[in-house]
């Protein structure tokens, strides 16, 4: 969110919305991996599976206090040298997602309450 915001503070409108499609993009690419994955771990792991489930919900509350207890940061200098091509910020967005680890083990960890166990 901070490089969207960033971006269209520095390059405006048109490079930020490109970078905005490209973070959709690899949300949904997370979304649709991570819901075929628990899918298939729910099924083969049975009630360990149930085990992992409160492990990732602990790992998000750990996270969110952690967040919440951070102090901010000085925000680094701008030198004003960015790409305005659509593919360019789109790949970055795009990238920026692939690389995001906490959306990764936020689907991992939100998933399994919308998968059933098996009994």
Do not use: C, K
Not at 9 to 22: E, H, Q, S, V, Y
Not at 73 to 81: K, N
């Amino acid at each position: 969110m901070t490089a969207i915001v960033a971006r269209a503070i520095t390059d405006g409108l048109r490079p930020a919305m490109a970078i905005n499609a490209g973070v959709v993009t690899g949300d949904l690419l997370f979304l649709l991996l991570a819901a075929a994955g628990m899918a298939a771990a729910a099924r083969s792991m049975g009630s360990f599976f149930d085990l992992l489930r409160i492990a990732g919900a602990g790992y998000l509350i750990w996270q969110g206090i952690a967040l919440w207890r951070a102090r901010p940061r000085a925000a680094p200098a701008v030198d004003g040298t960015h790409e305005r091509e659509f593919q360019r910020n789109y790949a970055a967005g795009l990238l920026l997602m692939f690389g995001h680890v906490q959306a990764m083990l936020f689907y991992a960890a939100l998933l399994p309450g919308f998968v059933d166990s098996p009994v």
